[in-house]
């Protein structure tokens, strides 16, 4: 199925069925920059709530990018459920993991969304639970700091092995890892950030390498890099083993759906 790359362009559109395998993750990658403008185009699309919610953002940068991820998101669980996206209402978790509520809740489609400066990341899957997350790089701050409050010990062995250049980068790494994982789990901040350890080397597709106190929960997940753009690092983290990702990326991105 062909569509537009271009999410910027206004002849985007998913309107016809999109199709979900059950041993598919789906990732969108979209250039919120890009999107921003076109404002009232995507909060016609948005609930009351969300619309509300858009309104308390104090900078109008942030409004714009809050609006066109959830117009794309609902443009996108749309076309896997073959409705009209502003028909769908959103639960939340006690852990404020977002999931479809009312009449969608049982088809079995699991979505996360992140975003960070101009890149949004959505992930789609059925039946599996999903958690992605993207940071864009910054050096602002003293990265072995931050990590010896948060990261496991492992972890912070990898990080203190990194030239100084180099540090900032696989603190990131690190971080988006374990921010995937506990996303995906539900878990929040219940969840300590030093209970697992998860790899910091570049492009690992085989990321969580131990959780604790139970060993075997690391073997229901698969914890991976993915592509996020110059000057962004992302990772995604789904339940289960044997399934394979398709990346559908907009042009301001400088991809193509693969």
């Given at each position: 199925m062909?569509?537009p ?12 069925p999109?199709p979900?395998g ?7 990658r ?6 921003g403008?076109?404002?009232d ?6 609930s009351?709530?969300e619309q ?33 996206g502003?028909?769908l209402?959103f639960?939340?978790s ?11 809740a ?10 960070s400066?101009?890149?949004?990341l959505?992930g789609?899957?059925?039946?599996r639970?999903?958690g ?20 496991s010990p492992?972890?912070r ?23 995937a ?13 030093s ?6 080397a570049?492009?690992d597709?085989?990321a ?38 398709r990346?559908w990326?907009?042009?301001a ?6």
């Open positions: 062909q569509f790359t271009n999410i910027a362009d206004p002849r985007f559109s998913v309107t016809h999109l979900l059950d041993d598919e993750v789906q990732l969108w979209v250039d919120l920059g890009a999107v403008a076109g404002e185009r995507w909060r016609a699309l948005l009351e709530d509300k919610r858009a309104a308390r953002f104090h900078f109008s940068r942030d409004r714009q990018r809050f609006v066109a991820a959830r117009a794309l998101l609902r443009m996108i669980l749309g076309a896997y459920l073959a409705c009209d502003k028909e209402t639960s939340y006690e852990k404020e993991k977002p999931g479809l509520s009312g009449s969608y049982g088809r079995g489609i699991e979505f996360n969304v992140s975003h400066g101009v890149v949004a959505l789609f899957a059925r039946g639970e999903i992605v997350d993207v940071e864009q790089i910054r050096t602002d701050f003293e990265a072995e700091a931050i990590a010896n409050r948060f990261f492992q972890e062995e990898q990080l203190s092995a990194f030239p100084p250049a180099e540090k900032h980068a696989a603190f990131f790494r690190c971080w988006t890892r374990k921010e994982y506990i996303k995906a789990t539900g878990a929040g901040l219940s969840l300590p950030l209970q697992f350890d998860v790899s910091i570049e492009g597709t085989d969580l390498h131990a959780t604790r106190p139970d060993a075997a929960e690391a073997e229901r997940w698969s914890l991976r890099e993915v592509p996020a753009g110059p000057g962004y690092v992302a990772a995604l983290c789904v339940s289960g083993r044997g399934w394979r990702m990346a990326c907009d042009e991105a400088g991809k193509n759906p693969a």
